[in-house]
């Protein structure tokens, strides 16, 4: 069956570090993926989009990487800042009609 | 960057009433909308897709006669929860694809979150 997983639901790091997260998915051939972020109470708000013939996206301290022979996608935060603590959350385009979401990472960004 | 509105954003209704929840594309014209369901500490669960003008686009396992949905405009889609019951407490939220129409980037609403006593 078709599967995203995000496989920290929490991560915990140090200001000023790499904040580093994971996306894997099973049984998609997505045509790109997506990036969002979300703080609690509110809805996703869209971060990055990467392409699978796209090996990697940047935008400003936001780094993307897509593998399709693994079926994963890494999204880095570099030089952390507690603002940048929320909920990420992956997502495939699974049909041309439709997003699906992974569960999401809550990642902590402390002082 | 495109703005969606969604409305009420937080309502708290008895058992056995009806909740309507409205999703507007501001500045944009938004053929289709989705609906999604997100639990705590859980991803957004994809409910029904809406369709402007036609009908909705319902997923596996979702009531189409417990969550209605109309899209009867262009910046305009609404989720009624009929007859609500606890179990049907949860945060809602809408999307829409922009005015480009293509759902490489999705606009969220701001969510409503729904708690039936």
């Known amino acids: 069956s078709q599967k995203i997983e995000q496989n920290s639901e929490a991560l915990n790091i140090q200001e000023g570090k790499t904040a580093t997260l994971t996306c894997n998915y099973t049984n998609y051939s997505p045509a790109y993926l997506q990036w969002y972020r979300q703080d609690p109470g509110r809805g996703p708000v869209f971060l990055l989009l990467?392409?699978?013939?796209?090996k990697e996206k940047r935008k400003e301290r936001l780094k993307v990487t897509f593998d399709t022979t693994l079926k994963q996608s890494l999204f880095h935060i570099t030089a952390s800042q507690p603002a940048d603590s929320a909920t990420y959350l992956c997502a495939l385009a699974s049909s041309a009609s439709k997003i699906i979401f992974g569960s999401g990472t809550r990642l902590s960004i402390r002082p | 960057g495109a703005v969606v509105s969604q409305h009420p954003s937080r309502v708290i209704c008895k058992s056995g009433t009806s909740v309507k929840i409205e999703c507007r594309s501001l500045?944009?014209?938004?053929?289709?909308m989705f609906w999604y369901r997100q639990f705590p500490k859980k991803s957004l669960m994809l409910m029904a897709t809406s369709n402007e003008g036609s009908k909705a686009t319902y997923e596996q396992g979702v009531e189409k006669d417990k969550f209605l949905i109309n899209h009867a405009s262009l910046t305009l889609s609404t989720l009624t929860v009929t007859s609500a019951h606890p179990e049907d407490s949860s945060f809602y939220i809408c999307?829409?694809?922009?005015?480009?129409?293509?759902?490489?980037?999705?606009?969220f609403g701001s969510g409503t979150q729904l708690s039936v006593l």
């Open positions: 999307s829409a694809s922009g005015a480009r129409a293509t759902n490489e980037k999705l606009f």
């Open positions: 500045d944009f014209q938004a053929t289709t």
């Open positions: 990467i392409r699978e013939n796209e």
